[in-house]
């Protein structure tokens, strides 16, 4: 599931300049989306490049006049009306405006934006979710009752967007029911809470890895190769690196260049990847050819636990560099191996911690990344493959 972000930032969080310092915050941040009010659209969208939700008043016909001046990604049914209790809910919801005004032909809006004040709104809200691309709920004296209901009730038929105020309430939204919300509405004006909830949006969509020891059988020097280093627009922590290697079912674990040294300076956006031939892990859980990699492809970085994150190359820059063959022999008895740049700069991961591959002799436990399955095209497939 791909969680979003969602920021407030309607009438009710302020003036125009409140509003704008937030929305501002946001794009920097990376939310996925702003709700705003329809008046707002236009300059909301010369900020910068972010989709845009607007509370519309629920008239079709107004909306349909100014559907093509609009430049809203979707509009939002529920504000000054039954949806945040400013009209009351009838007894039947066979008349509820907000309800009929969702099941318009033609310029119908997005979704409905619920406030649940108690049983007859997380109902209604439930109902809203029916008729809605996106229903939008907002806890007044709850937490997760009504949202555990809800998640359980509506299923895929709506994207369903919890209101919160911190990074911790997101946490709390995406987890729930272990399913979670889609997205998370947040209402705040603080910088630091906006960009840490950005983070656990992006924590929930990563994958953790299994990694293990497999042992050295076999280090040698080699002729030269072209090799690839994989220069990231991102700095890599100490005991971060990626997942490369010659044999897609088992991936070394080759750290950043993250260490000083007396001759090279650190370079913590960069990892020496090995040869042109060999493969690197994508986020999407594939592989790609170190040859195939260009400034702005996506590569897996991962630290020595199995944590997972993305970042952006920004440059693949391939040289003639000596090698050394490096294999290794799994539990289950998988022979792996992969060619890495004869250098005291390429560090792998064994039980002793950071080693230089230059440091590396057979009998020693290297960390790598194992998967019984082939790969064609850079995807998983259940196929016979012989590597060697």
Known sequence: MTRSVW?????????????????????????????VDEDDVERVSELGEINIAAFTNGDVHVMEAEAED?????????????????????????????????R????????????????????????????????????????II???????????????????????????AYETLELGADGVLLDTDDVDEIRKTVEVRDEMGRETLDLEYAEVTAIEQTGSADRVCIDTGSLMEHDEGMLVGSMARGLFFVHAETAESPYV?????????????????????????????????EVQIVDANGRTREAIVGRAK??????????????????????????????????????????LEPGDEILIHHEDTATHFGERIEESIIEK
């Not at 003036?15 to 989306?33: F, H, L, P, Y």
């Not at 609009?70 to 919801?93: H, Q």
């Not at 792998?348 to 911690?353: A, D, R």
């Open 265 to 297: 300076a650190s370079r913590p956006f960069r990892v020496n990847a090995g040869a042109v031939h060999a493969y690197v892990r994508t986020p999407d859980g594939g592989t790609k050819y170190l040859s195939e990699l260009q400034s702005g492809d």
């Open 318 to 359: 391939i040289e003639k560099r000596p090698m050394f063959r490096v294999q290794a022999e799994t539990k289950d008895g998988d022979r792996i191996e992969t060619l890495l740049q004869n250098a005291e700069t390429i560090k792998v991961h064994t039980q002793n911690g950071r080693t230089a591959v230059t440091d």
């Open 146 to 172: 009504p949202l555990e209901n809800l998640i359980a009730r509506v299923g895929e038929e709506t994207d369903l967007i919890a209101g919160v105020r911190t990074a911790e309430d997101a946490r709390t």
């Open 70 to 102: 609009s430049k809203a990604d979707a509009t939002i049914v529920g504000k000054d009306g039954e949806g945040d209790g400013t009209v009351d809910l009838p007894s039947d919801f066979s008349g509820s405006a907000d309800l009929s005004t969702l």
């Open 104 to 143: 318009q032909n033609g310029a119908a809006p997005d979704g409905g934006y619920v406030r649940i004040f108690d049983e007859d709104y997380e109902a209604f809200a439930e109902a809203v979710a029916a008729e809605a691309d996106f229903t939008i709920v907002i806890g007044e004296n709850w937490q």
């Open 7 to 35: 920021l407030k930032a309607d009438s009710e969080v302020g003036d125009w300049e409140t509003r704008k310092r937030r929305i501002t915050a946001g794009i920097e941040a990376g939310v996925d989306w702003v709700l």
